[in-house]
């Protein structure tokens, strides 16, 4: 009984992570990226001066970040233009509501991409993504061109708004390849809905859609949780086997000793 004891307590001690006050400790980036949650959140609730006195803060303390932080040119570029175009439309008064929350919504997955290595909150976006084109896809099949029109735009709507953060989390010529499927498609609406080859043009954009959210579906585990688990397994199956030796070593020593005694 005390040898599974034993292997209870190395078990706990062992799948535990070993974490410091370091680990705990928010990194500027991180900072910055609960800035911009908490102006979504002061949006979504029509709260637009907290809103907009957050996004003044966060020019502030980024400029105070990045002297412990470096950003790529691309990095500060599509981080810029998604802040400035959320504090512009903030600053709206003729904005609905929908465009503020659509706004700053992608201003916070573009910091939520900076700051995270792993499940970022794009991916979260594919369900109403891939309604929306499936909206134009249906729309296209029955030739109905009004419908057609109304479905595509709102799907560029919902793909604008995870655009800047998808350029920080895939290769350049994926995320290059990919807009210029979506630019032709709107560019050329009337042209590809009248086209012969409008279905087979969107089943190619959707297929690389689909590819967009599964491949970065699969890069979200962290490669440290499988090197605990590995490590953790390998303890066990260790001190499992180091239990049965002693036990059975235990039972081959008992018959000896109880011959000496005789």
Same mark, same amino acid.
């Given at each position: 009984?005390?040898?599974?004891?034993?292997?209870?307590?190395?078990?706990?001690?062992?799948?535990?992570?070993?974490? $410091?006050?370091? +680990?705990?400790? *928010?990194? *500027?980036?991180?900072?910055? +990226? #609960? /800035? @911009?949650?908490? @102006?979504?959140?002061?949006?979504?609730?029509?709260?637009?001066?907290?809103?907009?006195?957050?996004?003044?803060?966060?020019?502030?303390?980024?400029?105070?970040?990045?002297?412990?932080?470096?950003?790529?040119?691309?990095?500060?570029?599509?981080?810029?233009? $998604?802040?400035?175009? @959320?504090?512009?439309?903030?600053?709206?008064?003729?904005?609905?509501?929908?465009?503020?929350?659509?706004? %700053?919504?992608?201003?916070?997955?573009?910091? +939520?991409?900076?700051?995270?290595?792993?499940?970022?909150?794009? %991916?979260?976006?594919? #369900? *109403?993504?891939?309604?929306?084109?499936?909206? %134009?896809?249906?729309?296209?099949?029955?030739?109905?061109?009004?419908?057609?029109?109304?479905?595509?735009?709102?799907?560029? $709507?919902?793909?604008?708004?995870?655009?800047?953060?998808?350029?920080? #989390?895939?290769?350049?010529?994926?995320?290059?390849?990919?807009?210029?499927?979506?630019?032709?498609? #709107?560019?050329?609406?009337?042209?590809?809905?009248?086209?012969?080859? @409008?279905?087979?043009?969107?089943?190619?954009?959707?297929?690389?859609?689909?590819?967009?959210?599964?491949?970065?579906?699969?890069?979200?585990?962290?490669?440290?949780?499988?090197?605990?688990?590995?490590?953790?397994? $390998?303890? /066990?199956?260790?001190?499992?086997?180091?239990?049965?030796?002693?036990?059975?070593?235990?039972?081959?020593?008992? *018959?000896?000793?109880?011959?000496?005694?005789?």
């Amino acid at each position: 009984m005390k040898y599974m004891k034993a292997v209870f307590i190395l078990f706990f001690l062992f799948s535990v992570p070993h974490v $410091s006050l370091a +680990d705990h400790a *928010p990194s *500027p980036v991180n900072e910055l +990226d #609960d /800035i @911009a949650d908490q @102006a979504l959140q002061m949006t979504k609730a029509g709260k637009y001066e907290e809103a907009k006195h957050l996004l003044n803060q966060f020019s502030e303390e980024f400029t105070a970040a990045s002297m412990h932080q470096s950003f790529s040119m691309d990095e500060l570029r599509i981080m810029t233009i $998604s802040h400035n175009l @959320a504090l512009e439309t903030i600053n709206q008064t003729n904005a609905g509501i929908e465009q503020k929350v659509n706004a %700053v919504t992608r201003f916070r997955l573009v910091m +939520d991409a900076l700051s995270s290595h792993y499940q970022p909150l794009w %991916v979260e976006m594919e #369900d *109403p993504l891939m309604e929306a084109f499936n909206g %134009v896809k249906t729309a296209a099949e029955i030739g109905n061109s009004e419908q057609y029109h109304t479905e595509l735009n709102l799907f560029l $709507s919902k793909y604008n708004i995870i655009q800047p953060s998808i350029k920080l #989390d895939i290769p350049v010529d994926q995320a290059q390849a990919l807009d210029a499927r979506i630019s032709y498609l #709107d560019n050329y609406r009337q042209k590809v809905l009248e086209s012969t080859d @409008a279905m087979a043009e969107l089943t190619t954009l959707q297929t690389d859609l689909e590819h967009l959210f599964e491949n970065k579906k699969e890069d979200e585990a962290d490669p440290s949780l499988w090197w605990v688990i590995i490590s953790t397994g $390998s303890i /066990i199956v260790s001190t499992l086997s180091y239990v049965g030796w002693r036990k059975y070593k235990g039972r081959g020593e008992a *018959p000896s000793s109880e011959r000496q005694k005789n």
